[in-house]
């Protein structure tokens, strides 16, 4: 069972607990995108064993009347494996969503998965007519490029910061730097793309350019954040009529992601505790 102090950012051990998560948070409009946590799997069966959870996950939200869809990551569905491992499961995950009418978003890991990980949005979102979303990092320095290549096609993309650290041949790495960057690219997205964007972000600057940005361009657009971080704000927002989705994980790897989520900021251990505590 998933302590009290980390169930402010993990939705639960079990799928089921995780649908309860989404149903709870489309009561207040904010819809819901789950992750099964798990990452880096070198061999096919647990990748396999994951993907198949998945393949159960997007039917079970297709079933049910919840707003919710899927984040998948590649190392977690066989990219360590093998491409064709990847290739394979993803395929798998991204058909049945398709049938069952639940959105497939592909995370980004780092730099080494880039390619990989484009061609297989490319792929898929091309044989679903855009049912699948993809991840890009404004830190990198090759997004620029990508995201011209994106705009052509259709599915949504998502534009976060990014989460890895990048060495300075291919990554922004001054944090001021990395925000222009965001900033840049936000605004050719609004300009090109058709399909909708996603703000993955808990950044207020940039929360308020993207809705700028859509007085001026008209582009549709979301707001994606994480489960326990800025939380006010998601329903805040979604009660102003934004489209809002935060992004859920669970299963039974919480540990680590807890760990991560309290070791890049500190107050997010006194909000967790305050939670517990009622205070
Ligand atoms: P930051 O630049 O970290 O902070 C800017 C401001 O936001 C702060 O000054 C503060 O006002 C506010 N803020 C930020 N965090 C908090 C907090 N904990 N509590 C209160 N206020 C806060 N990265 C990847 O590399 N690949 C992915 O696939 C990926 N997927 C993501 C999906 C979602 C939905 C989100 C939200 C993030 C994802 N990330 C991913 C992580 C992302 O790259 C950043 O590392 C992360 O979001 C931190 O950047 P930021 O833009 O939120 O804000």
Redesign the pocket.
Known sequence: MIPPIASRFVAGESPAEAIDHARECNEGGVNV?LNLLGEHYDERAPAEEDAEEYVRLVEDIGKSSIDACI?V?PSQIGLDAGEDVFDDLLGRIVERADEAGTFVWI???DRHTTDATLDAFEKYTTQTDGNVGL?V?A?LKRTEDDIERLADLPGKI?L?????DEPKEVAYKK?SK??AQ?EKLLEYMFEHFEDGI?V???????IDLAAELHEEYGTDYEV???MG??EDAQFDLAEQGVEV?Q?APYGGKWFQYFYR?VR??K??LT?ALRAVLGR
Do not use: T
Not at 160 to 164: C, D, H
Not at 200 to 206: L, Q, V, Y
């Open positions: 995108i984040s990551k995370d980004m890991e991840c990092q830190n998502r976060v910061k990014g989460a890895y944090k990395v925000d965001y996603a993955g972000s808990h950044d207020p600057a940039m994606q954040m994480l971080v800025r989705w992004y989520r890049e900021r107050e997010n909000f």
